[in-house]
């Protein structure tokens, strides 16, 4: 199976198909909610919809994976991708950014930034630096050092991340949901 920066052909295609599945709130999304601090919960409530219900499945696989994880792993988990908002597409708009980035290459895309910020090419940069884009993002709302180093690091493979390798694979199999 193929993997790139945005992960195995199997999982963005999956990934594609539950951002129109619906997913409920419960005890454990509810107290994610609670959690968070007035920064962070604007981060939360910036996102699309479909982002929102990518927060709380991860938050729900969570709880399934650990007994009473910690909060700040539990805000990691929710708030990894936040920095998505920046570039402002949709479902469609981000398929098309990761077609194009895997296409011609994250080392070209990476450049695009410089280009005019109402330009598609900007826009697919943005879209592709979403991790450190979030990480700045939960750095300025005073979030924990988990979540900030999660969402720098949730496209890195295991080797490369900062995390304690442990918690990387939880959180890896969390962002799976």
Not at 5 to 17: D, E, Q, T, Y
Not at 102 to 109: F, Q
Not at 139 to 156: C, F, G, P
Request: hydrophobic share 40%; glycine share 6%.
């Amino acid at each position: 199976m193929t993997v790139n920066h945005f992960g195995s052909i199997k999982h963005l295609i999956a990934r594609f198909v539950c951002s129109f599945l619906p997913s409920k709130g419960n005890a454990e999304t509810n107290k994610f909610l609670t959690l968070l601090n007035p920064g962070e919960l604007r981060l939360f409530e910036a996102q699309n919809k479909f982002d929102k219900r990518h927060s709380f499945r991860n938050v729900k696989k969570l709880h399934a994976l650990l007994d009473n994880p910690a909060p700040d792993i539990i805000i990691a988990c929710g708030l990894h991708d936040v920095g998505k908002v920046q570039s402002g597409f949709g479902v469609a708009g981000r398929v098309f950014a990761s077609c194009v980035a895997t296409i011609v290459g994250l080392h070209r895309v990476d450049v695009w930034t410089r280009n005019n910020p109402n330009s598609v090419t900007h826009r697919i940069a943005t879209y592709v630096q979403h991790p450190e884009i979030g990480a700045s993002l939960l750095s300025e709302a005073q979030s924990n050092l988990i979540a900030v180093t999660w969402a720098r690091d949730h496209h890195k493979r295991l080797e490369e991340s900062a995390l304690e390798p442990s918690l990387f694979v939880i959180l890896s199999k969390a962002d799976s949901a």
